[in-house]
């Protein structure tokens, strides 16, 4: 019987554990026991290399299988167990990078790629109903004209790292590990400049003002973001320019309020109007007018849609609707005659004028009534 402590144990996870969880369990340990951070102390070292073992195995979806069947005796007799093998090196990537800052991000040559840039523009509703195109201007940094990008003085080079060979990255030994980082000579780029051009002082781009036409489509919602390929930061010493992302959001309407497609506007309306009918007309985002007939005895709140009046949904030929909610506005600052006429109204009135009130203030009646009971 083998004594091999249970992989699940190892890593400190349970057996029905998913791979983001084996993965994040195996990154906080190996960097607990790695041997560069326990120098001298044989018992994280062994530790290590179980927790190495454990997770080569377990994060292979077969051996995984096998070993949840067979435990360890599926890897016994040359059944391919784990150890430091093919796969130790992507195993640990990540935690070389953790320990040693070894994320490199430049190219040989030094050929970095340019930042992404992001611009905020704000439009209006009328914008994103029929689409424009806009002019920005934005400060960006571009390819430097007097050394060509590659950052040296004109009529220079740049020379081949010293310290790397040009390769960018070095090798070093960290106890039973050959570790490969960024060449600390030339910060990875693999050259080095000795008389730096003046206009960039080495960089290989210099910042300048930029005018940018930007197309911006019909049916633009808020938080549309549009990609300019290439608009970015020019790259480091001749490497690709990054990208620009415009990042729209719309201004408050004055009168409309959008959910998708549809729009929303509420109107108020008299008390006169919502009892005997009317109607009116409303403006539409497309400049035009549309009326709206209100049919007598209209209560407040009620909802009229007017077909294919709200905005173009984005590449697509649909539109959406617009709808009208009219708000029965109450009576202020009545004359005396004003105040008379109401109230003989209010006495000609009967449960037929007002249905609504009539059956409440009964239920209140009955529910009252069934309490003195």
């Known amino acids: 019987m083998s004594t091999k402590r249970c992989y699940y144990e190892t890593l400190e996870v349970e057996r029905s554990a998913d791979d983001s969880v084996l993965k994040s369990s195996f990154r906080k340990l190996a960097m607990k026991f790695h041997p560069d951070r326990n120098p001298g102390d044989d018992t994280s070292e062994v530790k290590f290399k179980e927790i ?5 195995v377990l ?21 391919g167990g784990a150890g430091f093998g093919a796969g130790f090196a992507s195993s640990f990537s990540d935690i070389f990078e953790d320990l040693f800052g070894m994320a490199g991000q430049r190219g040989r040559g030094g050929r970095e790629r340019g930042a992404d840039l992001r611009y905020n523009m704000e439009i209006t509703l009328e914008e994103a109903f029929g689409g424009k195109t806009a002019q920005i201007e934005i400060p960006v940094s571009v390819t430097c004209e007097a050394c060509s990008g590659i950052g040296a003085k004109a009529g220079t080079k740049p020379k081949t790292c010293s310290t790397c060979g040009g390769a960018g990255r070095v090798r070093q030994s960290q106890g039973f590990f050959t570790l ?3 060449c600390p000579g ?15 002082s080495g960089q290989g781009r210099v910042t300048r003002e930029r005018t940018l036409s930007v197309n911006i489509p019909q049916g633009v919602e808020d938080g549309t973001r549009i990609r300019l390929a290439g608009e970015g930061e020019a790259g480091v010493r001749g490497g690709p320019p990054g990208d620009l992302y415009i990042f729209l959001s719309l ?15 509420r109107v ?4 006169v109007t919502a009892a005997l009918g009317g109607e009116f007309e409303v403006p ?3 400049k035009a007018k549309a009326k709206v007939k209100v049919p007598a005895g209209t209560q407040s709140n009620r909802r009229f849609r007017i077909a294919s009046k709200g905005m173009p949904v984005l590449r697509s030929r649909q539109t959406g609707d617009m709808y009208v909610q009219v708000v029965v506005e109450t009576p202020q600052n009545l004359t005396k005659k004003q105040q008379e006429l109401l109230a003989e109204f209010e006495k000609l009135s009967s449960g037929n004028t007002q249905p609504e009130s009539e059956g409440f203030f009964a ?11």
């Open 52 to 56: 190495n073992e454990a997770y080569e």
């Open 59 to 79: 994060k292979d979806k077969d051996k995984r299988a096998a070993y949840d069947r067979f435990g360890h005796a599926a890897f016994e007799q040359g059944g």
């Open 180 to 182: 490969e980082r960024t």
């Open 186 to 200: 030339c910060q990875g780029r693999g050259q080095m400049i000795e008389d730096a051009c003046p206009s960039c």
């Open 251 to 265: 201004a408050q309407h004055q009168f409309f309020q959008r959910d998708g497609a549809d729009l929303h506007c």
């Open 268 to 271: 108020p309306i008299s008390m």
């Open 284 to 286: 539409t985002i497309d």
């Open 363 to 373: 239920k209140v009646k009955d529910f009252f009534g069934n309490r003195a009971g």
